[in-house]
């Protein structure tokens, strides 16, 4: 028996964080990269000034932030949902 992923509030938080930061993170790399022509090279300074400012948009409480964190848990319980069924199905 397969075990499934929990639905809670804390547990969809953190996967609609991780959905949102992921977005942010690859168009801000190909906007980089399509207005700019160049890749930026990974590094831990600019992670952690990507991260503070991925934080504050996180928490922010303008409609655009509310609305937009509504959205990520949406798509997370989506993806939650769809990994549960497919462990469901493999359990049979």
């Given at each position: 028996m397969n075990t499934l992923l929990p639905v809670n509030e804390q547990f969809v938080e953190l996967v609609a964080?991780?959905?949102a930061r992921d977005r942010l993170h690859r168009e801000?790399?190909?906007?980089?990269?399509?207005?700019?022509?160049?890749?930026?090279p990974d590094s831990p300074a600019l992670?952690?000034?990507?991260?503070t400012e991925f934080e504050q948009l996180w928490v922010g409480h303008e409609d655009e932030c509310v609305w937009?964190?509504?959205?990520?848990t949406i798509d997370a319980i989506t993806a939650i949902n769809k990994i549960n069924l497919l462990l469901l199905t493999m359990s049979m």
């Open positions: 964080k991780a959905i801000a790399q190909d906007l980089i990269k399509y207005t700019m022509g160049i890749a930026l992670e952690r000034r990507f991260d937009n964190r509504e959205q990520y």
